[in-house]
C-alpha cells in the first residue's frame, strides 16, 4: 500500500516561498512509470494540477505557474518537494501530492492534504 504525507509550513507570508514535501512509502518514487505530482485547491474552487516529477526525474510544470514552480525529489529519503515563488494570498489552498502512472491522471493514491494559507 503506497502512503503519500504532505508535510510543511501552514502559514507562509506573501512574496515568499512556499515549500512542501511529500515523504511517499510503500513504494519508491523512481519505479516505472510513475508520476507525483502537486495539486491544489483553493477555497471554493476545484482542483489544479501545479507539477509533476517523473520516475525519471523529469519535471512537468503547469504553464500558469511554470514561472514560479519547482518540483524536485530526495531518492534516498523517498520524498519530492514543491516550492513556489513569490505567493500571493491567491495561493491560499489545501495542497496535495499524488501518484499516477500516466502523467495525466487518473490519481491513484493521494497525500491527505495540508492547508497553506498566505497572510501577513
Known amino acids: 500500500q503506497v502512503q503519500l504525507q504532505e508535510s510543511g509550513p501552514g502559514l507562509v507570508k506573501p512574496s515568499q516561498t512556499l515549500s512542501l514535501t511529500c515523504t511517499v512509502s510503500g513504494g519508491s518514487i523512481t519505479t516505472n512509470y510513475y508520476y507525483w505530482s502537486w495539486i491544489r485547491q483553493p477555497p471554493g474552487k476545484g482542483l489544479e494540477w501545479m507539477g509533476a516529477i517523473a520516475y525519471s526525474g523529469s519535471t512537468y510544470y503547469s504553464p500558469s505557474l511554470k514561472s514560479r514552480t519547482s518540483i524536485s525529489r530526495d531518492t534516498s529519503k523517498n520524498q519530492f518537494t514543491l516550492q513556489l515563488s513569490s505567493v500571493t494570498p491567491e495561493d491560499t489552498a489545501v495542497y496535495y501530492c499524488?501518484?499516477?502512472?500516466?502523467?495525466?491522471?487518473?490519481?491513484?493514491?493521494w497525500g491527505q492534504g495540508t492547508q497553506v494559507t498566505v497572510s501577513s
Open positions: 499524488a501518484r499516477d502512472a500516466t502523467g495525466w491522471g487518473p490519481y491513484d493514491y
